[in-house]
């Protein structure tokens, strides 16, 4: 927004928090970039507070901006002139909710997007502005397709302003039907992996859960997390549902083999399997 000329006020982000093995105080990538490009910034502790309220006022609002935060309080995204406007990460009216990128891949979808849209009381309902597509590749993680969907996210809110700024965007309210599908809030129960899941099911969900929170399943070696893998349909007999296999680590499915490329046990870092299976004790 800066980069294309827009008149930043200020900037709202998450407070300082420890982070890291030495749990030092570490501040927000939002945060760093704000203060090197001499923008003001709040780290309000409590969204609600007549503080904060009060400063947000002081700045005298035309539009509000809000990416991937917290919910605000009515009396905050209502204030600004022209409203408050939300960047999500699908093409809404479907996958409203906390892990649109998440449920998308989870569910193998061939296609996503993002779309801007104006807040109003219930969550991810607005009137929406404008939107983009993108294709998911086959194999595509959830991060991979982040990194993507940021860069379209980021010149569509572009766009978005644009239209605003020159009065000529066309809003279009959504329309609600029980087709639509839902993005919950994940937890860990729901990460994980189930062993009578089908083969695309089960690479569909290591998929949609990497690299963060990841997907998890319980194995003789302990709960794993699986980052990477890949589907084959030959059956590969043993007695086991987890289990080495020419040098090579599977899980038996129903309609399948699916082989682990990249794995995490607990207290151990990330790893390709080779090197996993190099240090099990023969």
Not at 33 to 57: E, H, I, T
Request: proline content about 5%; glycine content about 8%; some cysteine.
């Amino acid at each position: 927004m800066v980069e294309n000329g827009f008149d930043v006020v200020g900037v709202v982000t998450a407070v300082d928090k420890p982070a890291g093995r030495g749990q030092k105080i570490q501040e927000s990538s939002v945060k760093t970039v704000a203060l090197s490009l001499g923008l003001p910034v709040f780290q309000p502790n409590n969204l609600k507070s007549d503080g904060f309220y009060q400063s947000m006022c002081d700045l005298r609002i035309d539009l509000g901006v809000v990416i991937a935060f917290r919910m605000l309080p009515e009396r905050i995204w209502s204030l600004p002139r022209l409203g408050t406007i939300n960047l999500h990460g699908s093409l809404l009216p479907q996958y409203r909710g906390a892990a649109p990128i998440h449920h998308a891949v989870i569910n193998g979808e061939t296609k996503t997007g993002v779309t801007t849209f104006f807040l109003k009381h219930e969550i991810d309902t607005g009137d929406i502005i404008s939107s983009d597509t993108l294709m998911i590749g086959e194999d595509e993680t959830v991060g991979e397709l982040h990194d993507r969907m940021m860069v379209v996210g980021a010149n569509l809110m572009v766009h978005t302003l644009e239209m605003i700024e020159n009065n000529k965007q066309h809003s279009t309210p959504q329309v609600f039907d029980s087709t639509l599908k839902i993005a919950p809030k994940l937890n860990r129960a729901f990460c994980k992996l189930d062993l009578g899941m089908d083969l695309q099911s089960f690479h569909n969900k290591v998929r949609g859960l990497s690299p963060m929170p990841c997907a998890w399943l319980e194995t003789a070696f302990g709960d794993m997390k699986i980052y990477r893998g890949a589907k084959h349909d030959v059956k590969i007999t043993s007695e086991e549902k987890v289990f080495i296999h020419d040098k090579k680590l599977w899980v038996d499915l129903m309609d399948g083999t699916y082989e682990i490329l990249e794995l995490q046990l607990p207290g151990k870092p990330k790893m390709a399997t080779r090197d996993f299976l190099n240090g099990i004790k023969k």
